[in-house]
């Protein structure tokens, strides 16, 4: 048997590669196609739960739903989860593998494509296209042997590729013809074409530029391609995409935590017209006019309160409180907001106890297996549904504990202070619900009537119809090999 195959690689990180996958597959799988995104390697703490409760990249969740699929590891069999600037958490196949140095990782990735094939095959037995996301550049030559995330993996499977640069930083035509300059006649062979990402303005004043970079690398162009303005609209993966975003006069302020994860959290509530969403950089202090201050998640919790805490945010959220504002903390920023925080046995970094910001009254043990799953909850009060999931490390209780706000199952989740201004709960995504994230917007005296999941579904509609009309969809799918779906 057979299924056709296609690999988006960039000639950089960020260049949009993630958006056009998703784009592109909500585009053939409305022409009929059965669709499937794949990315062997991903680099993100921004992770996603699958419905049989391993981690991939929010990235590759997406595609799916926009291929209409749900989420499967095997989509992402290899992920790393950045714990601090020289080691990560390693997640293979869904699954909690280790912690790897970035040197040890470079020098031995023994089983990692045959991970990565394994889940491929798999993954491509069952669909009519497989739209494959490379990840960083495969200009990067020193990481050419062992690769498994480019020309690698796009080599192993004898995968076309499609080069997207991206015009918006600059130096496009450079970054695809110096791309074809040092790579390699294998790597060369593979390639089929090139577009251009992120044009602001008119596309044919760029007519000339684009058909230096055809007539210098001898590929043809499939499209130049505008900026998506509704982008933002999209759940987003890299740190680099967190924005604020101004709407309305709910104001809700997010310290930038250094190894912040599962952002995803955010997303919702910046689709709220009445909402602003303010991501304060390192060096600022938190504004004091907020309605709620949000502590995200963490890759490394203990980590990141010292850094919160480097930037004198201590000092800001305690101020806030003490003002009558609301502070609401997630996963890493819940268990931050307690009395303490002990890692015994250093699963979360360095063992040690340290203290929290003193706002709940409950305390973490950072043992046990790491939780993963799909969550259904409801909310205490007025018993609303709530759908999420859970990611983390660590246990916590304590008295306010006994103030839990949602439901799930027979037990109850998370923590409300005496004053119910301070909530925590290990909950994440519960602000897609839109009955419950109405009910928490009154709280804080602000209305919502928004349809948040209608509202992706509407923005994936139109990137796919923003591809058709600046990408030719007939001639990628006829460049789309048709390749084995077992050696």
Not at 88 to 98: N, S, T
Not at 209 to 225: C, Y
Not at 274 to 303: C, F, N, Q
Not at 402 to 409: E, F, Q, T
Request: glycine letters at 12%; a negative charge.
């Amino acid at each position: 048997m057979a299924t056709r195959a296609l690999m988006i690689q960039g000639t950089g990180s960020n260049v949009g590669k993630s958006m056009l996958v998703a784009g592109l597959a909500r585009a053939f799988t409305r022409r009929g196609l059965k669709v499937a995104p794949f990315k062997s390697q991903n680099m993100s703490n921004n992770a996603a739960v699958t419905p049989e409760g391993g981690e991939i990249g929010r990235a590759q969740a997406l595609q799916a739903r926009a291929a209409g699929r749900e989420p499967h590891v095997d989509m992402n069999p290899v992920l790393l989860k950045p714990e601090t600037d020289t080691g990560a958490q390693l997640i293979v196949q869904g699954k909690r593998r280790g912690t790897q140095a970035a040197g040890s990782f470079m020098r031995d990735k023994t089983g990692l494509m045959e991970a990565a094939l394994d889940s491929y095959y798999r993954l491509a037995a069952d669909v009519d296209l497989v739209l494959i996301e490379g990840a960083g550049s495969p200009a990067e030559t020193n990481l050419r042997n062992g690769d498994i995330a480019n020309m690698g993996f796009a080599c192993a499977v004898q995968a076309p590729v499609v080069l997207v640069g991206d015009i918006h930083r600059g130096g496009v035509i450079a970054q695809i013809v110096g791309t074809q300059a040092v790579l390699e006649p294998q790597d060369l062979d593979r390639v089929v074409g090139f577009a251009v990402n992120r044009f602001r303005g008119d596309i044919s004043l760029f007519d000339a530029g684009r058909d230096d970079i055809a007539q210098r690398t001898g590929w043809p162009a499939l499209g130049v391609i505008p900026w998506f303005w509704e982008a933002w609209k999209l759940p987003a993966e890299d740190m680099m995409d967190i924005a604020s975003r101004k709407g309305g006069a709910c104001k809700i302020v997010v310290p930038q935590l250094e190894r912040m994860a599962n952002f995803d959290d955010l997303d919702p509530l910046a689709a709220e017209p009445e909402v602003s969403i303010e991501i304060i950089p390192p060096g600022k202090a938190l504004p004091g006019d907020a309605d709620l201050v949000l502590i995200p998640g963490s890759k490394s919790t203990i980590g990141d309160l010292a850094y919160l805490r480097a930037q004198g945010w201590d000092i800001d959220i305690l101020a806030h409180h003490r003002r009558g504002g609301h502070v609401i903390g997630l996963c890493g920023g819940y268990q931050m907001l307690g009395q303490t925080i002990d890692d015994p046995e250093g699963v979360d970094g360095r063992p040690g106890k340290v203290a929290g910001l003193g706002l709940l009254d409950v305390e973490t043990v950072m043992a046990g297996e790491k939780r993963v799953t799909l969550t259904q909850a409801s909310s205490v009060a007025g018993d609303l549904p709530v759908s999420g999931y859970e990611i983390h490390m660590g246990r916590t209780s304590g008295s306010d504990c006994d103030r839990a706000w949602l439901r799930i199952g027979d037990r109850l989740e998370g923590a409300a202070s005496a004053d119910g201004r301070v909530l925590g709960s290990y909950l994440h995504g519960l602000f897609a619900s839109d009955g419950f994230r109405a009910n928490f917007l009154s709280g804080l005296g602000y209305a919502s009537d928004s349809a948040y999941d209608a509202g992706v579904e509407d923005t994936l509609d139109a990137l796919a119809d923003h591809l058709e009309q600046h990408m030719d969809l007939d001639q990628l799918l006829a460049l789309s090999a048709r390749v084995a779906t077992r050696p």
